[in-house]
């Protein structure tokens, strides 16, 4: 209830920010627009030409685009500007105005920049995942709705624990940037359902970028693809990763000298 709280109030304090300039409203609604309808167009072609990719059906695959871009926004919502914003105060020292607070250092610098205008994004893969749903013509039952809730909560658990990991890397080098453009190309590879990819790269995205646990498993749930095992085993990836990104976030944390050193 405590994080839910702080990230109310930096909304609202990023959106008051943002709500000054209003034209990047329209330019933010211009840009998830085009490329949500670029990504979607894309699948029209690939459906036009076979009736399944990899036994996706067409309304199987606009859902995996439809969480891709919900995915998609919520990193960019708080998670990617927060901590950016965090790598920037350790390169300058001044993170140390974050550690004199009484909250959870951690807690503070993983909610503290919101850009709410990437709710279109959002909104955006929400809609793309109703119309999606409706079209896949089976009546969605309580089990398979918690398991796509469930599904989706850990892969962002185990997003997020990867984000903190990269970004606490911080405090042993000065430039991160480019290790996070790596992120971006590799979760574009989101768009279409992991089984499509060769094996190598299934590994890849399943245990160095965790973007089958943020996208597939999440549609596969949503689709009656998902088994116990898989979603026990996403279960088990986001408690190891969460644990593990919080005990690295604490090594990092006393590697840091602050701007008085």
Same mark, same amino acid.
């Given at each position: 209830? #405590?994080?839910?709280?702080? !990230? ?15 034209? #990047? ?58 901590? =950016? ?59 398979? *709705? ?14 997020? =624990?990867?984000?903190?990991? !990269? ?8 430039? !991160? ?10 979760? @574009? ?42 979603? @026990? ?11 593990? =990104? ?12 602050? *701007?008085?050193?």
């Amino acid at each position: 209830m #405590n994080a839910l709280r702080l !990230l109310w109030v930096f909304a609202r304090v990023g959106a008051m920010g943002e709500l000054a300039y209003r034209a #990047n409203f329209w330019l933010q609604l211009l840009e998830s627009f085009l490329a949500m309808g670029s990504t979607l167009g894309v699948v029209a072609v690939v459906v036009s030409q076979t009736d399944s990719l990899h036994g996706w059906q067409p309304a199987e695959l606009v859902a995996v685009v439809g969480v891709y871009f919900a995915i998609l926004g919520t990193i960019n919502l708080v998670i990617a500007p927060s901590l =950016s914003q965090f790598m920037q105060d350790v390169r300058e020292g001044t993170l140390d105005f974050t550690l004199t607070k009484p909250e959870d250092a951690q807690l503070l610098v993983s909610v503290s920049n919101v850009h709410v205008f990437k709710l279109i994004d959002v909104v955006f893969g929400l809609a793309v995942l109703a119309l999606a749903t409706a079209r896949l013509g089976t009546e969605v039952g309580p089990v398979q *709705a918690l398991a796509f809730a469930s599904a989706l909560l850990l892969g962002a658990a185990i997003v997020y =624990s990867f984000w903190i990991a !990269l970004a606490t890397m911080a405090f042993w080098f000065i430039r !991160l940037e480019n290790v996070l453009m790596i992120f971006w190309m590799v979760y @574009g590879a989101g768009r279409w359902p992991l089984g499509i990819y060769p094996d190598w790269m299934r590994w890849g995205l399943t245990l160095l970028v965790p973007v089958a646990f943020a996208v597939t498993v999440p549609a596969e749930a949503l689709t009656g693809r998902l088994d116990a095992a898989t979603l @026990g085993g996403a279960a088990l990836v986001a408690s190891f990763a969460l644990a593990g =990104s919080r005990l690295f976030w604490r090594r990092g944390l006393r590697q840091y000298s602050g *701007a008085s050193a």
